[in-house]
């Protein structure tokens, strides 16, 4: 039997980036491998959960450059953004949010396709960038619902 000649894929920079998040990298390309989730654990930046519906209508609002990465659970109806370790205090106010404490396991498909009804709406890219917690803060509102324009004020 001849030797395989074809190389192995190289994995998406966005798929490295978040396996090198988790505690065992090698372990959760093994598990995206065999079609499943990750754990990634949460130190290297903070996971933002909230309705899916609210991050969707989020997306729509923010400017396509300041966008970070976003996972979605369509059956649990969830989402969440990827958003710095110091985001606590920039998102306190926001009501629709959850930050998730450092280190909760994210369970993650790879960057590139679905996994267990969770894809990447926005995936990363494999930069570290996430997303800038002022703009998520700006767009869902201190109390999460819709913003009236100023004029309405008067």
């Given at each position: 039997m001849a030797a395989s000649t074809r190389k192995a894929a190289e994995p998406e920079p966005g798929d490295t980036w978040l396996a090198n998040c988790a505690r065992r990298p090698q372990l959760a390309h093994e598990v995206w491998e065999m079609g499943g989730l990750a754990p990634i654990h949460c130190t290297q930046w903070l996971a933002a959960e909230t309705q899916l519906v609210t991050a969707l209508q989020a997306v729509r609002r923010l400017p396509t450059r300041e966008r970070g990465p976003l996972l979605m659970d369509f059956g649990l109806d969830t989402a969440w953004w990827l958003v710095p370790l110091d985001a606590a205090e920039q998102l306190a106010d926001v009501r629709l949010i959850t930050l998730r404490p450092h280190g909760w396991p994210l369970h993650c498909p790879p960057t590139h396709?679905?996994?267990?009804?969770?894809?990447?709406?926005?995936?990363?890219?494999?930069?570290?960038?996430?997303?800038?917690?002022?703009?998520?803060?700006?767009?869902?509102?201190?109390g999460g619902g819709p913003r009236l324009p100023a004029e309405a004020f008067g």
């Open positions: 396709r679905a996994a267990a009804g969770r894809v990447w709406l926005e995936a990363p890219d494999g930069s570290g960038r996430v997303i800038d917690p002022v703009y998520l803060a700006a767009v869902l509102g201190p």
